[in-house]
């Protein structure tokens, strides 16, 4: 049972849909545009649109109030076009299009118009359909620097995850950041950090030395169970999601995980010193969201079951998680 | 009764369902991205855009986890905005837009960017919405190359198919070809590789002789019954369809066999020798699925059925001819 669960455990098994209660703020009238979290995607390239918009209209979905996505000029308008709901920043770019001596104030640029809009973000999720070119990974690094500075969390996912994997001191002692490996991308953290491969007998002790190892940062190990560290407990997710493993499930978490730790530190700041970490929180109330989504989604879809079809289900998921209380919003 | 199903006999239709059900992988929950199926199409040009969205949409519909398409860089911000479902790679160039002088150096970018990619392939469709441009057909021509050298199986039709015709070498003796034409397209490789006219007196023995002559490669021939030769047997699904010819369905077709190929080699590595070549089992498989998809679509949209209602119908189809069991993926 151990092996099959990628080494969780039943005692690690947390009461998820309790945690994501707690963290889900109530709907009230009174309440203005901005509240419900503004998020903000940075990913998008030539190659892949597909991805930032999973992610940011995931985030919007569960309830944010905003969604940006910051991505190079190529992906911005297939971005738009795939939802008008989207605040899409043409910003970024990969190297065939600069010139070498452009990219001094180029990358100056993209930094100043980041910059803008930094302090507004309650989350960033950076990675989804990012590419990997060097000039554009560069201008990615000196925008995580920018959101550490400003101490805004951020959910790391795909290539956002090569990024950090091979400069891990953009993330190594940020409480903030959540990493969300698969499984590829988890063995690729583990030869770099702890300088060994992924252990599967011991796989709990070795998740634990290597969010310690980073630092403090989250890791979410996606997987059959997801399983969840900040270096100090482990949790695991297992509910039952679905078998189909069609690529876009990743940014939906990424944009999930994203919404989720927004709402925990919002939880915590009112609710004083919490008994878990936010980010953990939040980690631990994408995974179960996206698990239920899916399991609708594959109810009616089956085989066919696309990323989409996961995104049309986030809603009615939430709702039968954490039923929107009629007197909240009614003001009684 | 012989003449009208162009030569097919009563005796060769084949168990196309249970052939189907033996070559779709179970859904496990332990089961990780990519394993049931990544396939590319190669097609897409200024003209043509919806063929390779039909061919890649329905790899995913059918239950592939990731599809790509590599087409030219006016294509790929339309196919983009069909679906973010779909990774689209905008490398391919067409003559009007490149300089002679730079033909070279073009042709050699476009091998690199394919190469990182081709190893991770298990089947690819070419030609869905290629178009006939001389440069692009040369270098559609290396990427068959390469394909081959790395033993990744080809689904080809369209203009695919009228490369292929001219180039024959380029699939002669290598088993993991499929070539799909309609009428015409047969026609075309008959009048080319057997120097005669299409005779449907003895429709059966000519496939068999085509597909010898092109060296072992499997051909699907469609028609009222789609019959199916790799030179040794010939196979006839003939279950009922639907009578509209819109453009676009060989299309699905092409996508289909790709997954279905796909799986039947994954199958045969699990069970041993097989009792039929799985290129031969994939286009069973996709054939008899496709007429599935058509008659549900006919059945509610009649002469308006288009494409896309095929494709909406994919998934239930499926789910019919070979249901998901529940067992196998709740892990009991």
């Given at each position: 049972m151990q092996?099959?669960?990628?080494?969780?455990?039943?005692?690690?098994?947390?009461?998820?849909?309790s945690i994501l209660k707690s963290i889900t703020p109530s709907l009230e009238s009174s309440k203005h545009k901005g509240q419900a979290g503004k998020i903000a995607v940075v990913g998008g390239c030539r190659e892949y649109t597909g991805a930032p918009y999973f992610s940011a209209i995931?985030?919007?979905?569960i309830g944010a109030d905003l969604s940006h996505v910051f991505c190079t000029k190529d992906a911005a308008p297939v971005i738009k076009g795939y939802s008008p709901e989207l605040i899409v920043h043409p910003i970024l770019e990969e190297s065939y299009s600069v010139r070498d001596e452009d990219k001094k104030s180029i990358s100056a640029k993209v930094i100043e118009e980041v910059d803008k809009w930094m302090e507004r973000f309650d989350c960033l999720a950076i990675g989804p359909g990012l590419g990997r070119d060097?000039?554009?990974?560069?201008?990615?690094?000196?925008?995580?620097?920018?959101?550490?500075?400003?101490?805004?969390?951020?959910?790391?996912?795909?290539?956002?995850?090569?990024?950090?994997?091979?400069?891990?001191?953009?993330?190594?002692?940020?409480?903030?950041?959540?990493l969300t490996p698969n499984v590829n991308e988890y063995k690729r953290l583990v030869q770099k950090v702890l300088q060994c491969e992924v252990n599967d007998r011991d796989g709990t002790q070795q998740l634990l030395s290597l969010a310690k190892g980073i630092g403090g940062a989250t890791i979410l190990r996606k997987g059959e169970s997801d399983?969840?560290?900040?270096g100090e407990t482990v949790h695991a997710v297992s509910s039952f999601g679905s078998p189909r493993r069609c690529g876009g499930q990743g940014d939906i978490l990424s944009g999930s995980v994203a919404v989720f730790v927004s709402w925990a530190r919002q939880a915590a700041d009112k609710a004083g010193e919490p008994s878990m970490s936010p980010?953990?929180?939040?980690?631990i109330a994408g995974s179960v969201l996206l698990r239920k989504a899916a399991s609708h989604a594959f109810e009616s879809s089956r085989r066919s079951t696309l990323t989409t079809d996961i995104i049309e289900h986030l809603g009615r998921s939430l709702e039968e998680l954490c039923p929107v209380l009629v007197s909240q919003y009614m003001g009684h």
């Open positions: 092996s099959l669960l990628s080494g969780a455990s039943p005692s690690m098994e947390v009461d998820a849909v995931s985030a919007l979905k060097p000039f554009l990974l560069d201008c990615v690094s000196n925008i995580m620097k920018r959101a550490r500075q400003s101490n805004v969390p951020m959910v790391i996912d795909g290539d956002g995850l090569f990024l950090v994997t091979n400069s891990l001191d953009l993330i190594s002692g940020y409480p903030l950041a959540v399983l969840i560290s900040n980010t953990v929180m939040g980690c």
